[in-house]
């Protein structure tokens, strides 16, 4: 999407230059920075390099995909190390610790920048959507080069070009965006893998959720783009793709042409050369019987359903805002196991909400052992400020919390691996990750999201397998490569 730029300048450049359509813009931008690195290389008498750090969920991996793009376009080279000449923080807010976590390395970078004044520290994300963050980094963190939000990945080059010719911080947050520029280069983390966004942000205001406020409002792409994207990317020789959204079902509802989730899970599967087909994360409250229909109808959409549960209690998830009951829940794992048997089911839940009791816990233990899921993310409740749950007056006391959780995680663990035991035996198609370094075996995935260890040689890694699971191991199988 191209819009119009009308802003001025805030530095010195002729402007009548700086192209004001995107992606032409950044594309002006990059070439600046890339001449400028350029020169610096000659001056040191070495490559430059970046180091960005992603904190947050699939979708904030996928941005960093895109500024990793940016910054290997500008010259840079990536290392493993944090004292790099550029480094980039892709922060998330989700829960307290995520925030914690950030606040706590950036003030190692501080003192990296010391020893080596010409550094450049970025950061971005979700977390900086949060006045109060800014604030505390415009205060406490001066070293900081450049900071700024969900809306704007793309003008990286633009703001690192404007820190370099003010000489100051560059903080650039937007409240909101209509447009999102997707035509810039991007570096794929796998040869053989990859996210595509479906959509950004999301609508459902979750009463303890702080990502609707962070990332804005729900926007999805065209389906002709994403296609395209996909076909790009399998002509390249990547053979799984993960669609992401914050709710998938949701996708393509406010399109000029409405396009269902089904409907574009289907289209996608057509493109050549595509083995498997992922996605996440759907909301249970609409996830339609056209989507499962479809699911159990095409092959290359893997077996395998992440569907957050949050709380099994009704009473709970009617404080959370999420819109079904425990029943409805149960209901729909049913009406999913009933029509694709070989579905694994895995979720999120949130212990110690506000106002949980016993009883509630109880409810969620409960739809565990009845759903039956292959695995679960487990989290204490974090309080997000500006989220209705914040307010709450009822918060669980933290002991409370942390003992329902010891026992939630003993039940997760219990069924989890009974479900896993199932496919022991079995001889399951895999797509070859990467070796571990500390076993030295390959790592591969199945359809349902499960891993297997097994030996082999690295020269298959991005290839489909057939492996045998021999054992499980809790978390991952181990087995021997059949073909
Ligand atoms: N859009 C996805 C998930 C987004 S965040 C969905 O609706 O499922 C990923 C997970 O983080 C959520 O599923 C939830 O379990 C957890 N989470 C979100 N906010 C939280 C909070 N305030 N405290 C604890 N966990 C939280
Ligand atoms: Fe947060 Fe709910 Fe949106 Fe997921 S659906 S991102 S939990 S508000
Ligand atoms: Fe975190 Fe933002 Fe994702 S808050 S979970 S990185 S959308």
Known sequence: MSEIREEALGFAEPEESVPLREPERQYYF????????????????????????TFGCQMNAKD??????????????????????FVLYNTCTVRENANTRV?????????????????????????MQEKHVVEKLKKSYRFVDIVFGTHNIYELAELMYEREQTGKPVFRILEETKQVVEELPAVQKYAFKAGVNIMYGCNNFCSYCIVPYVRGRERSREAADIV???????????KEIMLLGQNVNSYGKTLAEPVSFAELLHRVS?????????????HPKDLSDELIAEIAANETVCRHI?????????????????????????????????????????????????GEIEEDFQDTLSVVEQAGFLSAYTFLYSKRTGTPAAAMEDQVPAEVANERFQRLLQTVNRVASEQAEKAVGKTEEVLIEERNPENGLLTGRLSNGMLVHFPGDASRIGAIADVKLNECRGFYYLGTLVS
């Open 228 to 238: 395209k994207e996909v076909e790009r990317l399998t002509a390249n020789g990547v």
């Open 64 to 85: 960093s995909e895109k500024l990793c793009g940016i910054l290997s376009y500008i010259g840079y080279e990536e290392t493993e190390s944090e004292d790099a000449d």
């Open 103 to 127: 606040y706590g390395r950036i003030g190692y970078l501080g003192a990296c920048k010391k020893k080596h004044p010409g550094m450049r520290i970025a950061l971005c994300g979700c977390m």
């Open 30 to 53: 990059m070439d600046r920075m890339r001449s400028l690195v350029a020169e610096k290389e000659r001056e040191l008498g070495r490559k430059l390099t970046m180091h960005v750090a």
């Open 270 to 282: 057509l493109v050549p050369g595509l083995r498997r087909l992922r996605f996440m994360t759907p």
């Open 306 to 354: 992440h569907l957050p549960l949050q709380s099994g209690s009704s009473r709970v998830l009617q404080r959370m805002n999420r819109h079904y009951t425990k029943e409805q829940y149960l209901a729909l794992v049913d009406r999913i196991r009933s029509r694709i048997p070989d579905v694994a089911i895995t979720t999120d839940i949130i212990v110690g909400f506000p």
